[in-house]
């Protein structure tokens, strides 16, 4: 109740008060939400529904179609699996299943979603504007995500805006080995929007540094070391020609949290290449009886100009193959990030980028939240209204 002289002063609370709805969020409320996050991952993995390939497939050729490419090999077309990607031509061996292609997908779209929620309007806020066509193909993964929250009730918990967030960092840890856990904070108090407009504020995945430094440094206030560490979410997930125009895995294994994205980004050639009229870097086809791949046969392994950007500026004409052959030098120049994205390269820097990345994730959930509108698990939220009210009686 407002009354006496703290009434001017507790009705200007009320009126503009536009924090959190929720008092607390209790640790074990945070433990049941990520079990209900972690089984919606496995059942994810292993219902069959749910799978895009379950086999993969050894090719009687060398190179290797694109999705949805209509390439002959001598043996007739090739067809596509329902998604748009290549599966097996008469006369294939299927060798294994797989199954992790189902984890790696619904890893990377709840990661992806994460990313997607924080750098729309006003940060996280539980709001996707379909709109906008960059949100293209998480249309699924925030179905799922609003019937669970609707199936368990957790609106008496949590908002949705902070079940997003809890759900990528969820995926995050869940990607990652058991001897390199990431250590992401998370904080709860995030508002959830009824409608958002997100139209222009996703970066272009063509954009060269420049793109990077405007995006993620000025507009975001990331540096470029954090910037680095960012787009190594990229090792998770992959793209799908339908939602976004681009097709194919950035590493192989996408499922698992590794610093694979650095070091393919150094340890192959790249091609770029116009695909579908959109520039993309390809590394040379992989076999698909390769013990190591679990994830992307048939598809070709691709960056995207952003990604490249990390390391060469992607906007000089000359750089076509990078690295540049020797015998090109002066063709592809260093990228402003690639000190940063080069500590990330070696088989012993898997660690530091791990960290590194967990904070840049840590930091991207609190985008467009004063800092003391978010608060740890298990603190009580006492606003001055309460304190106007047990004061005033
Ligand atoms: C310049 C910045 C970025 C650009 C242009 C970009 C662009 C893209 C594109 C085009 C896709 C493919 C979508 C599809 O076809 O389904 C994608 C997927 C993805 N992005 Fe990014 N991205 C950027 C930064 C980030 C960041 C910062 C994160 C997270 C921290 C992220 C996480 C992901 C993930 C996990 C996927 C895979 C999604 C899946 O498997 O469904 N991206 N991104």
Redesign the pocket.
Known sequence: MCRGVFLLFCLLLQGTWSGSPYRTLSSQNVRKVKDIINQYITKHNTDPTKIVRTKTVTYSFSTLPLAGENITNGLGPIWTDTQGRPAAPNGDTYVGSCNPCGL??V???L??L??HDA?GQNGANGCIDWNTA?H???EA?VADLDSLYTANSLSSVLSKADFWVLAGITAISRAAAPNTPPTIPFLWGRVDAPTCSDIGL????E?DHT??NS??VRRLNFTMQETAA??G??T????????????G?WTPR?HALTNSYYSAAVGVVWDKRLRNGKIVWEAPRLACDDPQLETSCGQTVVM?N?DMALFTDVSLGTCTKFPAPPNNVGSCVDSPFRTYSKAYTSSTSQGKWIKDFAL??AK?TKIGYAANALYSVDFVRIDLIDLGNSVVQ
């Not at 996703?202 to 995945?205: I, S």
């Not at 793209?239 to 976004?244: H, K, N, Q």
């Open positions: 790696g997908d890893i990377g779209s990661v992806r994460l990313f750098a960059d293209k193909g998480l993964v996703l970066p272009n995945a954009g793109l990077l995006y993620f960012l787009m979410a990229h998770l997930g992959r793209m799908e020609g339908r939602f976004s125009g681009f097709s895995g996408h995207l952003v840049a994730i991207m």
